[in-house]
């Protein structure tokens, strides 16, 4: 009966604070509903410098062939190697295509010619990518003039395996499909991550922890009563976060919403203990803050939301397995995308079920009703 | 009283003024060095975040698991299977035992693609020519899925070359592909200097507006303002203090990057500290801006920690390409002091480019700096309501 009076001052409390309330209602909305449209690492666009030293027929039908690609835009036109460099390092190209003032000749006469492609490679996946998309454009333009030359000989190297490149569950290779459901999971685990970690630590500097300590009220009831509003406050988040995620991207879990309920009930609950946890380690809101802060951006950082788990190396792997947020995302991203059910994700469930009883049993533990 | 502060400030020479200054920087001092453990985090939490997310931050898609259906079995398919994983790009997953354990594959999430060869892969190629290999590639992640599947066709393409054993093909054009600046495709090169510029930006604001906030919520900033000082000067004197705790964190953070995360400093060692002086300015100002319009400590901490964040992991172009966005979302991207510093530390870090190519980033931290500064302190209340 005590828990019903505990919970219902936590949630005067909170309501009490109006930048809080403000913050549940308008935080998921603003920022879902703006940011995954900015998480693209498509490479498109490619901004392209070109040096045709050549000036015949075949060399300006490759750059024509070039040009009239989706990826690239020629920027530059330049015959200097070094004014080309100087495009590059002033951002204004990515690629340069040096075709050299022999490439006819060789070409037609020595039945081979080389091209010279520097792609700026700061952005190691950019530059990469581009300049094989490069260096795939030249390949096909190579067999066109190879048809042309010896139309008999050229049918032989064609291919004998035919590959399929079927890309199931988002085929249009979209980011935001992606995206958005681990956006979701981030605007979830920072609300419900931030708000209890200040919860304990404020009503200690207030002094009003006292009260609660001189109550017959026992620790197990007193973090229940201060979990529990928590909870409350992600299933409005994570609604919202439904309603925009429709709204905004046209996006609706093709699993079943009861799934994302289920793991979401378990993830914020693990969350928001480990928030009291902190809470009742911090002395001061100031520690609190700066700790909460560092473990939840290296959940996010550590979670596989930006790049894949698996390109990390091992160690980083092994970090990466204690962050709740891993297990999350990829379950958000599971039922969002493939309709996967609960019976799929039996494992990850289980482990987020042994992170929410470790968090919550260590709040109960480290809160300390008399002072020493 | 007021009429008494007015006619002491008139009779203080610049010397007292300073030495009233430097009792306030002190005064920070104390209150940061006595509060070890906030002071321990701050010093060691850049570091910890710099290896972790420099690390961890990697476009470059190696290890991908694979599962393969192969109902023909024979030295083809066996072949290319072992074909692909030879370069650490795949990892055998699972051999599927019938087509329709490919959606309870996908489903669970084990693997990234599945690979399907036809049957009598082996004969079809041999006498009708043509066999058919299917890559599933799982698109949920759109940059593996376009990776993996480029990868496998290449490997793919290359066992059958070998097959076929053409080693010289007319009219052959060649591209000789040099990649500039980072030649070895590190992604530490692309994501150190991101993640330097999220975590000064974060820090420094975090640091100052909650400092502030915290003697406004202890009702100790009134007592600071009715002291004789002027209120811009009680204001800077917060600043100062964390001013020098950021320059200690630049050197720790320059010296990980270079010598843990192996991020070269290719230009002016110079220039880099000027232009990181001057943004480590810039977030301070913007703590000080944050603070002047809250009065809790929690709600500087949320807008400082959260409400920061998001825009700057996500628009700075730190992570994700700023030609990519939408246009609205990169004039947003131009007003986050991050996205200046990024581009240019990756400008002199790692292209050694000189001071010239960053004059244009230069001046506009400069002026955001003056208007974030000016901003903030036509918001201060130096009147107590």
Not at chain 1, 205 to 213: D, K, L, S, W, Y
Request: net charge positive; aromatic share 12%; charged share 15%.
């Amino acid at each position: 009966m005590i828990l019903k009076y505990l919970i219902e001052k936590e949630f005067k409390q909170i309501k009490r604070n109006k930048f809080l309330s403000r913050l549940v209602f308008l935080f998921p909305f603003m920022m879902l509903a703006v940011l995954p449209q900015a998480a693209n690492f498509e490479v498109k666009d490619i901004n392209l410098c070109v040096m045709d030293n050549n000036h015949t027929t075949y060399s300006q039908r490759l750059v024509q062939k070039i040009a009239a690609s989706d990826y690239f835009h020629i920027t530059t036109i330049s015959t200097d190697y070094r004014q080309a460099l100087k495009s590059i390092e002033l951002d204004k190209s990515d690629i340069i295509l040096e075709i050299p003032g022999t490439f006819e000749q060789d070409l037609i006469r020595n039945q081979a010619a080389n091209v010279m492609i520097s792609a700026n490679a700061v952005n190691g996946m950019k530059g990469g990518l581009g300049s094989s998309y490069l260096a795939g454009i030249l390949a096909e333009y190579n067999s066109e003039i190879r048809v042309e030359l010896m139309p008999i000989t050229a049918k032989i190297t064609q291919s004998g395996i035919d590959i399929t490149k079927i890309f199931r569950f988002n085929p249009e290779l979209k980011y935001k499909y992606m995206m958005v459901p681990a956006i979701m999971v981030m605007l979830l685990t920072m609300i419900c991550g931030f708000l209890p970690a200040f919860n304990i630590v404020s009503e200690k500097e207030n002094g009003t922890i006292e009260q609660m300590n001189v109550t017959p009220v026992n620790k197990f009831i007193l973090i229940l009563s201060k979990l529990i509003p928590y909870w409350v406050i992600g299933f409005i988040v994570l609604n919202i976060c439904f309603g925009v995620a429709w709204l905004f991207y046209g996006m609706w879990p093709k699993g079943s919403l009861l799934t994302i309920y289920l793991f979401a009930s378990v993830h914020v609950l693990s969350i928001s203990g480990l928030g009291l946890v902190i809470s009742n380690y911090a002395k001061t809101l100031q520690q609190a803050m700066f700790m909460a802060f560092f473990i939840i951006i290296t959940f996010i950082f550590m979670s596989g939301l930006y790049t894949p788990v698996d390109n990390m190396p091992q160690w980083a792997q092994y970090i990466s397995d204690i962050s709740p947020l891993k297990y999350f995302i990829r379950v958000m991203r599971l039922v969002y995308l493939k309709g996967s059910s609960t019976a799929d994700l039996i494992k990850p469930f289980l482990t987020l079920c042994g992170f929410a009883v470790v968090f919550n049993s260590w709040a109960v533990f480290s809160y300390r009703k008399s002072s020493n | 009283m007021s009429q008494s502060t007015i006619s002491a400030e008139k009779k203080r020479t610049p010397r007292e003024n300073w030495m009233f200054f430097m009792a306030f920087v002190r005064k920070e001092f104390y209150h940061i060095s006595r509060d070890r453990m906030t002071m321990l985090i701050l010093l060691v939490m850049p570091i910890l975040m710099l290896v972790l997310f420099g690390y961890a931050l990697n476009t470059e898609v190696k290890n991908s698991k694979i599962a393969v259906y192969d109902p023909s079995h024979d030295d083809v398919t066996r072949a290319i299977i072992e074909k692909l994983q030879i370069n650490n790009y795949f990892v055998l997953h699972k051999m599927l035992k019938s087509p329709d354990e490919v959606d309870k594959c996908f489903k669970s999430g084990e693997v990234a693609m599945i690979i399907v060869f036809s049957e009598n892969f082996y004969e079809n190629l041999l006498h009708g020519g043509h066999a058919q290999i299917q890559l599933l590639a799982d698109g949920s992640d759109p940059n593996t899925a376009s990776t993996i599947t480029a990868y496998a066709t290449n490997i793919i393409a290359g066992y059958q070359q070998d097959l076929l054993k053409m080693d010289k093909i007319p009219y052959q054009i060649t591209p000789e592909i040099k990649l500039l600046y980072n030649p070895s495709m590190v992604a530490a090169y692309n994501f150190v200097p991101g993640v330097m510029g999220m975590i000064i930006l974060l820090i420094c604001a975090m640091m100052t507006s909650v400092s502030i906030a915290r003697e406004k919520e202890n009702g100790t900033m009134e007592i600071l303002l009715v002291s004789p000082m002027k209120p811009l000067y009680v204001i800077l004197s917060k600043a100062v203090p964390y001013f020098f705790l950021s320059i200690v964190n630049l050197f720790t953070i320059l010296v990980v990057s270079v010598f843990v995360m192996g991020v070269p400093i290719a230009g002016s060692f110079f220039w880099l500290i000027v232009l990181s002086l001057l943004y480590i300015f810039v977030s301070l100002a913007l703590g000080l801006l944050i603070s002047s319009v809250v009065n809790t400590q929690m709600a500087a901490m949320l807008i400082s920690a959260m409400g920061l964040m998001m825009p700057v992991m996500l628009l700075s172009g730190m992570l994700f390409p700023s030609e990519n966005m939408p246009l609205f979302l990169q004039l947003i991207g131009d007003t986050i002091p991050a996205k200046w510093y990024i581009e240019a530390v990756k400008k002199i870090m790692i292209k050694g480019l000189g001071v010239g190519a960053i004059l244009n980033e230069l001046a506009i931290l400069s002026v955001m700096a003056v208007a974030l500064i000016s901003i903030s302190l036509r918001n201060f209340k130096i009147r107590l309501e």
